[in-house]
Protein backbone atom coordinates (compact mmCIF):
# COMPACT_ATOMS: atom_id res chain seq x y z
CA UNK A 1 0.00 0.00 0.00
CA UNK A 2 1.49 3.33 -1.01
CA UNK A 3 1.21 5.95 1.70
CA UNK A 4 0.91 10.04 1.40
CA UNK A 5 3.66 12.10 2.24
CA UNK A 6 1.52 13.44 5.72
CA UNK A 7 1.11 9.05 6.71
CA UNK A 8 4.64 8.84 6.49
CA UNK A 9 5.53 11.88 8.25
CA UNK A 10 3.45 10.55 11.15
CA UNK A 11 4.57 7.09 11.28
CA UNK A 12 8.76 8.93 11.52
CA UNK A 13 7.22 10.91 13.91
CA UNK A 14 5.71 8.43 16.45
CA UNK A 15 9.23 6.04 15.85
CA UNK A 16 11.04 8.62 17.33
CA UNK A 17 8.99 9.04 19.90
CA UNK A 18 8.67 5.32 20.54
CA UNK A 19 12.34 5.61 20.75
CA UNK A 20 12.47 8.26 23.03
CA UNK A 21 10.34 6.60 25.83
CA UNK A 22 12.70 3.81 25.65
CA UNK A 23 15.34 5.81 26.29
CA UNK A 24 13.54 7.66 29.30
CA UNK A 25 12.26 4.11 30.80
CA UNK A 26 16.19 2.64 30.49
CA UNK A 27 17.15 6.31 32.72
CA UNK A 28 14.60 4.90 35.45
CA UNK A 29 16.63 1.03 35.45
CA UNK A 30 20.42 2.98 35.50
CA UNK A 31 20.41 2.68 39.15
CA UNK A 32 18.33 -0.87 40.12
CA UNK A 33 19.36 -2.86 36.56
CA UNK A 34 21.97 -0.87 34.76
CA UNK A 35 21.73 -3.76 32.56
CA UNK A 36 18.32 -3.13 31.30
CA UNK A 37 19.45 0.44 30.39
CA UNK A 38 22.26 -0.93 28.87
CA UNK A 39 20.00 -2.83 26.32
CA UNK A 40 17.45 -0.16 25.74
CA UNK A 41 19.60 2.50 25.29
CA UNK A 42 20.88 1.92 21.70
CA UNK A 43 17.34 0.09 20.95
CA UNK A 44 15.85 3.87 21.58
CA UNK A 45 18.68 5.79 19.83
CA UNK A 46 18.43 3.81 17.10
CA UNK A 47 14.40 4.51 16.84
CA UNK A 48 14.84 7.88 17.21
CA UNK A 49 17.59 8.24 14.61
CA UNK A 50 15.64 6.22 12.26
CA UNK A 51 12.75 8.04 12.28
CA UNK A 52 14.35 11.49 12.78
CA UNK A 53 16.61 10.34 9.43
CA UNK A 54 13.53 9.13 7.26
CA UNK A 55 11.25 12.61 8.67
CA UNK A 56 14.12 14.67 7.47
CA UNK A 57 14.48 12.70 4.04
CA UNK A 58 11.07 12.79 2.92
CA UNK A 59 10.52 16.80 4.01
CA UNK A 60 13.95 17.74 1.88
CA UNK A 61 14.65 15.29 -0.66
CA UNK A 62 11.38 13.24 -1.94
CA UNK A 63 8.79 14.31 -3.80
CA UNK A 64 5.40 14.81 -2.12
CA UNK A 65 3.35 11.91 -3.23
CA UNK A 66 0.07 14.24 -3.28
CA UNK A 67 2.10 15.83 -6.36
CA UNK A 68 3.09 12.36 -7.82
CA UNK A 69 0.09 11.51 -7.89
CA UNK A 70 -0.94 13.96 -11.01
CA UNK A 71 -1.14 10.77 -13.23
CA UNK A 72 -2.60 10.38 -16.71
CA UNK A 73 -5.43 7.64 -16.27
CA UNK A 74 -6.10 5.56 -19.66
CA UNK A 75 -9.84 4.51 -19.11
CA UNK A 76 -10.11 2.55 -22.65
CA UNK A 77 -7.85 1.60 -25.25
CA UNK A 78 -11.12 2.16 -27.96
CA UNK A 79 -13.09 4.97 -27.75
CA UNK A 80 -15.98 3.71 -29.77
CA UNK A 81 -16.63 1.30 -26.25
CA UNK A 82 -16.40 3.99 -23.66
CA UNK A 83 -20.26 4.96 -24.25
CA UNK A 84 -20.41 5.18 -20.62
CA UNK A 85 -18.04 8.60 -20.74
CA UNK A 86 -20.25 10.22 -23.09
CA UNK A 87 -23.42 9.54 -20.64
CA UNK A 88 -21.79 12.05 -18.25
CA UNK A 89 -23.07 14.56 -20.37
CA UNK A 90 -26.80 14.32 -18.90
CA UNK A 91 -25.18 14.50 -15.20
CA UNK A 92 -22.75 17.54 -16.25
CA UNK A 93 -23.22 21.52 -15.78
CA UNK A 94 -20.04 22.32 -17.98
CA UNK A 95 -19.56 20.77 -21.36
CA UNK A 96 -17.50 21.27 -23.89
CA UNK A 97 -16.46 18.93 -26.46
CA UNK A 98 -14.36 19.00 -29.49
CA UNK A 99 -13.45 16.89 -32.47
CA UNK A 100 -13.21 16.32 -35.77
CA UNK A 101 -16.79 15.60 -36.15
CA UNK A 102 -19.41 14.99 -33.92
CA UNK A 103 -21.74 12.33 -35.42
CA UNK A 104 -21.83 9.88 -32.26
CA UNK A 105 -22.28 13.11 -30.08
CA UNK A 106 -24.98 14.51 -32.06
CA UNK A 107 -26.32 11.43 -33.09
CA UNK A 108 -26.91 10.74 -29.38
CA UNK A 109 -28.46 13.97 -28.46
CA UNK A 110 -31.06 14.47 -31.39
CA UNK A 111 -31.97 10.59 -31.43
CA UNK A 112 -32.82 10.01 -27.87
CA UNK A 113 -36.24 9.65 -28.07
CA UNK A 114 -36.53 10.87 -23.83
CA UNK A 115 -34.42 14.68 -25.36
CA UNK A 116 -32.70 14.25 -22.00
CA UNK A 117 -30.00 16.75 -22.98
CA UNK A 118 -33.01 19.37 -24.46
CA UNK A 119 -34.49 18.90 -21.33
CA UNK A 120 -31.45 19.41 -19.13
CA UNK A 121 -30.92 22.82 -21.19
CA UNK A 122 -33.70 24.65 -20.85
CA UNK A 123 -34.64 23.49 -16.98
CA UNK A 124 -30.51 24.64 -16.41
CA UNK A 125 -29.53 21.26 -15.13
CA UNK A 126 -27.27 22.12 -17.63
CA UNK A 127 -25.36 25.51 -17.52
CA UNK A 128 -23.13 25.74 -20.89
CA UNK A 129 -22.58 23.25 -23.71
CA UNK A 130 -19.92 23.82 -26.33
CA UNK A 131 -19.15 21.79 -29.38
CA UNK A 132 -16.69 22.33 -31.61
CA UNK A 133 -16.12 20.03 -34.63
CA UNK A 134 -13.85 20.38 -38.60
CA UNK A 135 -15.28 22.64 -41.12
CA UNK A 136 -16.05 20.55 -44.28
CA UNK A 137 -14.29 23.11 -45.97
CA UNK A 138 -10.74 23.07 -43.76
CA UNK A 139 -8.02 22.75 -45.94
CA UNK A 140 -6.94 19.91 -42.77
CA UNK A 141 -9.82 17.34 -44.31
CA UNK A 142 -7.26 16.57 -47.14
CA UNK A 143 -4.40 15.42 -44.45
CA UNK A 144 -7.40 13.63 -42.74
CA UNK A 145 -8.49 11.65 -45.72
CA UNK A 146 -5.02 10.37 -46.13
CA UNK A 147 -4.64 9.67 -43.11
CA UNK A 148 -7.59 7.74 -42.54
CA UNK A 149 -7.27 6.14 -45.96
CA UNK A 150 -10.59 6.94 -47.16
CA UNK A 151 -11.12 9.41 -49.90
CA UNK A 152 -11.73 13.46 -49.54
CA UNK A 153 -15.52 13.07 -50.70
CA UNK A 154 -15.90 10.59 -48.08
CA UNK A 155 -14.49 12.72 -44.89
CA UNK A 156 -16.65 15.40 -46.28
CA UNK A 157 -19.74 13.80 -46.01
CA UNK A 158 -18.91 13.00 -42.08
CA UNK A 159 -18.38 16.61 -41.39
CA UNK A 160 -21.90 17.29 -43.65
CA UNK A 161 -23.46 14.64 -40.92
CA UNK A 162 -22.55 16.48 -38.67
CA UNK A 163 -23.84 19.79 -39.82
CA UNK A 164 -27.38 18.08 -40.58
CA UNK A 165 -27.66 17.03 -37.29
CA UNK A 166 -26.75 20.28 -36.02
CA UNK A 167 -29.87 21.47 -38.06
CA UNK A 168 -31.84 18.73 -36.23
CA UNK A 169 -30.58 19.84 -32.41
CA UNK A 170 -31.65 23.55 -33.36
CA UNK A 171 -34.96 22.24 -34.46
CA UNK A 172 -35.42 20.34 -31.15
CA UNK A 173 -34.24 23.19 -29.06
CA UNK A 174 -36.58 25.66 -30.93
CA UNK A 175 -39.78 23.05 -30.54
CA UNK A 176 -39.28 22.97 -27.09
CA UNK A 177 -38.77 26.46 -26.67
CA UNK A 178 -41.88 27.28 -28.45
CA UNK A 179 -43.68 24.16 -25.85
CA UNK A 180 -42.63 25.74 -22.85
CA UNK A 181 -43.64 29.21 -24.31
CA UNK A 182 -46.70 28.03 -24.83
CA UNK A 183 -46.72 26.46 -20.84
CA UNK A 184 -45.93 29.65 -19.37
CA UNK A 185 -42.78 27.84 -18.19
CA UNK A 186 -39.84 29.56 -17.61
CA UNK A 187 -36.40 29.14 -19.08
CA UNK A 188 -32.84 28.08 -18.02
CA UNK A 189 -30.11 30.50 -19.03
CA UNK A 190 -27.73 27.91 -20.81
CA UNK A 191 -25.30 28.88 -22.98
CA UNK A 192 -25.17 26.77 -26.12
CA UNK A 193 -22.63 27.19 -28.68
CA UNK A 194 -21.52 25.27 -31.89
CA UNK A 195 -18.45 26.38 -33.96
CA UNK A 196 -16.82 24.96 -36.57
CA UNK A 197 -13.06 25.19 -36.59
CA UNK A 198 -10.25 25.01 -39.30
CA UNK A 199 -7.41 23.49 -37.50
CA UNK A 200 -6.63 20.46 -36.75
CA UNK A 201 -7.89 19.26 -33.34
CA UNK A 202 -4.93 17.28 -32.73
CA UNK A 203 -6.76 15.34 -29.88
CA UNK A 204 -10.25 15.09 -29.06
CA UNK A 205 -11.44 16.14 -25.87
CA UNK A 206 -14.45 16.01 -23.78
CA UNK A 207 -14.56 17.85 -20.55
CA UNK A 208 -17.61 17.15 -18.35
CA UNK A 209 -17.09 19.82 -15.23
CA UNK A 210 -13.92 19.13 -13.57
CA UNK A 211 -12.90 15.49 -15.71
CA UNK A 212 -11.50 15.88 -18.96
CA UNK A 213 -11.29 12.92 -21.51
CA UNK A 214 -9.05 13.08 -24.28
CA UNK A 215 -7.50 11.23 -26.92
CA UNK A 216 -4.97 11.93 -29.81
CA UNK A 217 -5.57 11.78 -33.14
CA UNK A 218 -2.89 9.68 -34.78
CA UNK A 219 -2.16 9.41 -38.43
CA UNK A 220 -2.43 5.49 -38.38
CA UNK A 221 -6.22 5.24 -37.81
CA UNK A 222 -9.35 6.89 -37.33
CA UNK A 223 -9.67 8.82 -33.93
CA UNK A 224 -11.86 6.69 -32.64
CA UNK A 225 -10.03 3.85 -32.87
CA UNK A 226 -7.12 5.29 -30.12
CA UNK A 227 -6.94 4.96 -26.50
CA UNK A 228 -8.79 7.84 -24.18
CA UNK A 229 -7.35 8.86 -21.14
CA UNK A 230 -8.76 11.36 -18.04
CA UNK A 231 -7.19 13.81 -15.95
CA UNK A 232 -8.52 16.16 -13.32
CA UNK A 233 -8.97 19.60 -11.53
CA UNK A 234 -9.18 18.05 -8.38
CA UNK A 235 -5.80 16.85 -8.57
CA UNK A 236 -4.63 20.43 -9.35
CA UNK A 237 -3.25 18.55 -13.41
CA UNK A 238 -1.35 21.09 -15.02
CA UNK A 239 -2.35 19.27 -17.78
CA UNK A 240 -6.29 19.82 -17.23
CA UNK A 241 -5.48 23.66 -17.78
CA UNK A 242 -3.32 23.09 -20.64
CA UNK A 243 -6.44 20.76 -22.21
CA UNK A 244 -8.71 23.94 -21.40
CA UNK A 245 -6.92 26.58 -23.01
CA UNK A 246 -6.53 24.11 -25.99
CA UNK A 247 -10.07 23.92 -26.42
CA UNK A 248 -10.64 27.73 -25.81
CA UNK A 249 -8.07 28.54 -28.65
CA UNK A 250 -9.49 26.21 -31.10
CA UNK A 251 -12.86 27.89 -30.07
CA UNK A 252 -11.73 31.24 -30.75
CA UNK A 253 -8.99 31.10 -33.76
CA UNK A 254 -10.29 30.80 -37.33
CA UNK A 255 -8.55 31.34 -40.32
CA UNK A 256 -10.70 34.05 -42.04
CA UNK A 257 -11.66 36.51 -39.21
CA UNK A 258 -14.12 38.14 -41.89
CA UNK A 259 -15.91 35.06 -41.47
CA UNK A 260 -18.24 33.95 -39.02
CA UNK A 261 -17.84 30.02 -37.78
CA UNK A 262 -20.53 29.90 -35.28
CA UNK A 263 -22.98 27.30 -37.03
CA UNK A 264 -26.00 27.42 -34.06
CA UNK A 265 -26.06 29.20 -30.64
CA UNK A 266 -28.70 29.68 -27.61
CA UNK A 267 -29.07 32.26 -25.12
CA UNK A 268 -31.41 33.06 -22.65
CA UNK A 269 -33.74 30.36 -24.18
CA UNK A 270 -33.18 32.09 -28.08
CA UNK A 271 -32.25 29.42 -30.15
CA UNK A 272 -29.89 30.66 -33.67
CA UNK A 273 -28.89 28.85 -36.44
CA UNK A 274 -26.33 30.22 -38.49
CA UNK A 275 -28.54 30.02 -41.96
CA UNK A 276 -26.07 31.07 -45.21
CA UNK A 277 -23.13 29.05 -43.04
CA UNK A 278 -25.51 26.10 -43.66
CA UNK A 279 -26.44 27.16 -47.15
CA UNK A 280 -22.82 27.40 -47.52
CA UNK A 281 -21.21 24.45 -46.38
CA UNK A 282 -23.84 21.87 -47.60
CA UNK A 283 -24.52 23.35 -50.62
CA UNK A 284 -28.35 24.09 -50.38
CA UNK A 285 -30.55 26.83 -51.13
CA UNK A 286 -33.59 28.84 -50.04
CA UNK A 287 -36.42 26.14 -50.92
CA UNK A 288 -34.00 23.17 -50.06
CA UNK A 289 -32.30 25.26 -46.74
CA UNK A 290 -35.99 25.69 -45.56
CA UNK A 291 -37.31 22.41 -46.42
CA UNK A 292 -34.38 21.03 -44.37
CA UNK A 293 -34.77 23.41 -41.46
CA UNK A 294 -38.16 22.93 -41.31
CA UNK A 295 -37.86 18.57 -41.80
CA UNK A 296 -36.80 16.71 -39.38
CA UNK A 297 -33.50 14.95 -41.02
Same mark, same amino acid.
Given at each position: ?K????????I??????? &?? /??V +???I??? =? *??????A?L????????A? &?? /?N? +??????? =? *????????????G??R???L?V????????EID????N?N????????D??????KN?????????????V?P????????????G????E???????????C????K????E?D????????N????V?????????HI?I????DE????L?TSD??G??S????????????????L??H????QT??L?????NLL?????????????L?E??L?I??K?L???V??R?
Open positions: MLHKSNILLNTLVSLL &GL /VI +LIGVFE =E *NNPKVKFDPVGIGLIS &GG /VF +LDKVFTQ =E *NDEDSSNKVEMVKNTKLRHDKQYSAKIVGVLDCLRGITKPYQKMIIFSGKTESLTLLFDNAQFISQRAREDVGEPIIGRQRESIKMIEFYLLKDRQRLHNNETGHCKEIRLIDFCPTERYDCYWGYDIVHAMFKVSSKENDPLFEQKKFYALKHDDTEDLRMTLGQPWLNEPVSRDHGEAKLGSV
